[in-house]
Nanobody, 121 residues
């Protein structure tokens, strides 16, 4: 399974970006799609996860109310809409796929290549 992530870039504080991630195939191991991020010198951090079947989702505390995860079945794509961006949101964002609705890294079996998001102050 390959995950193709895109949509990163440079944006000013308060701006918005939308990330996309498309898995190359669907099975039980890609039934949940998550987003994580990693800033320089920091551990990889959970951002959001969505269950493909019923859109049930969880968010990390630092992004609640600002970020929204969704999926488009027809386009086979998961999106992370990021609004009210802050400099502390600057990181490489990774999409991941796994068999469970979890905020933990380990259960995710497949990872995308990462896309850089930079928020200038």
């Amino acid at each position: 399974v390959q995950l193709q992530a895109s949509g990163g870039g440079l944006v000013q504080t308060g701006g918005s970006l939308r990330l996309s991630c498309a898995p190359s195939l669907h099975n039980t191991h890609t039934s949940h799609m998550g987003w994580f991020r990693q800033a320089p010198g920091k551990e990889r951090e959970f951002v959001a996860v969505i269950r493909w079947r019923d859109r049930k989702a969880y968010y990390g505390d630092s992004v609640k109310g600002r970020f929204s995860i969704s999926r488009d079945v027809a386009k086979n794509t998961v999106y992370l809409q990021m609004n009210s961006l802050k400099p502390e949101d600057t990181a490489v964002y990774f999409c991941a796929a796994g068999p469970s609705l979890t905020t933990e890294l380990r259960p995710y079996e497949y990872w995308g290549q990462g896309t850089q998001v930079t928020v200038s102050s």
